[in-house]
């Protein structure tokens, strides 16, 4: 008898040990696109911006489409309405209607400046690459954000010319969605610090709803971008992802 209840113990043992592996780095960044990239996309988005000299909100309609396509019309308020932006590949225009009526095209270096006097650049807004392709992983611990369990995940460039050369993930176990995220500079040099304060679930895919941004190198609160809504796989003209629609 308990030569069996032995051998039982060991089966469940090693059952259980199987299934609560660590995995890999390569892995956890397989699950973290799974949700978070996007093939075509619509959002409506907030971004809440806590300055030194107060607090301002613009809201913006969004179109995405793989890593190279993007566009963005700002809505609300009336002195950011009908700003535009434009992606396409590494180059970006910016469109102001008054009083210049005017396309200004941004790129290089510049494309990690402040949108808006937010705590995002250019490059976090428009942002829609896999981790896969930009970063090697590894997993290094665990810890607690929120009351959820995280892997630690340690992300380090595969490319010279990234802007944020290492990367430190706190990942959701279940859900494969970071909780909380801090950027450096190759030099080690702390950039950006993020934080997950609300996700939904949208076609069986865990999403930012409510994220807390903060540019370590501005003396503000930080910037809250919120996702009011979101539609993927939408059907969106290729029209939209021209320098003609920045003027319509």
């Not at 696109?33 to 996309?41: E, F, M, T």
Request: charge should be positive; hydrophobic fraction near 35%.
């Amino acid at each position: 008898m308990k030569k069996i209840l032995a051998v039982t113990v060991f089966f469940i043992t090693f059952t259980i040990t199987g299934f609560a592996q660590v995995p890999s780095g390569s892995d956890v960044m397989k699950e973290i696109d799974k949700n978070l990239v996007l093939d075509k996309a619509i959002s409506y988005t907030t971004m809440i911006i806590h300055g030194r000299t107060g607090t301002r909100s613009i809201k913006s309609k969004n179109w995405i489409e793989g890593k190279d396509k993007a566009f963005v019309e700002y809505t609300e308020p009336a002195r950011e309405k009908g700003k535009k932006m434009l992606k396409l590949g590494d180059q970006l225009w910016n469109y102001f209607p008054e009083p210049i009526d005017r396309i200004i095209t941004i790129s290089g270096h510049l494309l990690r400046q402040s949108v808006m006097g937010s705590d995002l650049s250019y490059e976090d807004i428009t942002e829609n690459r896999k981790l896969m392709d930009m970063y090697n992983a590894k997993v290094t611990g665990s810890e607690k954000i929120n009351d959820r369990n995280c892997y630690v995940v340690e992300l380090t460039g595969k490319l010279e010319d990234i802007t944020y050369y290492n990367r430190k993930l706190w990942v959701d176990k279940e859900r494969w969605i970071p909780l909380k995220e801090e950027r450096y500079a190759k030099s080690g040099k702390p950039l950006k610090r993020s934080e997950m304060l609300e996700v939904f679930s949208v076609e069986n895919r865990w999403y930012p709803k409510r994220m807390l941004h903060h540019d370590l190198m501005q003396n503000g609160e930080g910037t809250e971008y919120i996702i009011e809504s979101i539609i993927l796989h939408a059907s969106i003209s290729e029209s939209q992802f021209t320098k003609a629609a920045l003027k319509k």
